[in-house]
């Protein structure tokens, strides 16, 4: 298996655009999860899914993020409009169902974000 | 709310020496409990995972952990570093009441002098 696959790895925008980054969780995972990882706050669950379907995004900083996973082989999350403060590596990971393998989460390489 | 501490952000030893990385944690209820590796510019792997059964438990690379419930503490040690175990390291725990849940340490970087 590829693993988690995250696109892009890279990304450097300017405050105020629209950035979308994408996740292609391991084939046959019912979960998917979206973290943030930064200096200060360490990494941090923004928001996670159960066959598809957000079960908990307590951890979305504010309304200008947004995560969807329209499928069971994509999910994006969204920052619209981006700024500064958002800058940060954002990690997805996927895993099977807690019965099967208690819950250890698979890592993607992660995308590094910059907002200048 | 579960949380996990790491004890030193920074921790560095010489080649060949016992690795010792520090986690205590706080649970309401028995948790499960995991230390991921960081390699640079590279997402987290799993190291071990403590579930409940031997409260001794041996991960990849020569890593291992014992879960104290007495003590709170899933500490990773290592008999004998090498320069490729230079890397940052989290403990995690889930939530009891969640187990999809899981509360990431700080982190502690690992310098191996040679």
């Known amino acids: 298996d590829a693993g988690v696959i995250q696109s892009p790895r890279h990304e450097v925008t300017e405050m105020g655009q629209e950035v979308t980054l994408r996740c292609k969780p391991i084939s046959g995972h019912d979960y998917l999860f979206w973290y943030r990882q930064t200096m200060m706050r360490g990494l941090e669950l923004l928001i996670y899914?159960?066959?598809?379907?957000?079960?908990?995004d307590s951890g979305m900083p504010e309304d200008r993020f947004s995560a969807k996973m329209p499928n069971a082989s994509f999910s994006n999350l969204k920052i619209q409009p981006s700024e500064p403060r958002d800058s940060a590596v954002y990690f997805c990971?996927?895993?099977?169902?807690?019965?099967?393998?208690?819950?250890?989460?698979?890592f993607g390489p992660g995308t590094r974000l910059t907002v200048l | 709310a579960q949380s996990v501490t790491q004890l030193g952000s920074h921790v560095s030893v010489s080649e060949g020496a016992l690795v010792l990385l520090r986690c205590n944690y706080s649970s309401s209820v028995p948790p499960y409990l995991f230390w991921y590796v960081q390699y640079p510019n590279q997402g987290l792997q799993l190291l071990l995972k403590?579930?409940?059964?031997?409260?001794l438990v041996k991960g990849i690379n020569g890593f291992e952990a014992e879960f104290k419930k007495s003590e709170t503490s899933f500490h990773l040690t290592k008999p004998s570093a090498h320069m490729s175990d230079a890397a940052e390291y989290f403990c995690?725990?889930?939530?009891?009441?969640?187990?999809?849940?899981?509360?990431f340490g700080s982190g502690t970087k690992l310098n191996v002098k040679p």
């Open positions: 899914f159960n066959n598809n379907v957000p079960i908990d």
């Open positions: 995690a725990v889930s939530d009891g009441n969640n187990f999809n849940k899981f509360y």
């Open positions: 990971a996927s895993s099977l169902a807690p019965q099967f393998s208690y819950n250890e989460q698979f």
């Open positions: 403590y579930t409940s059964a031997a409260t």
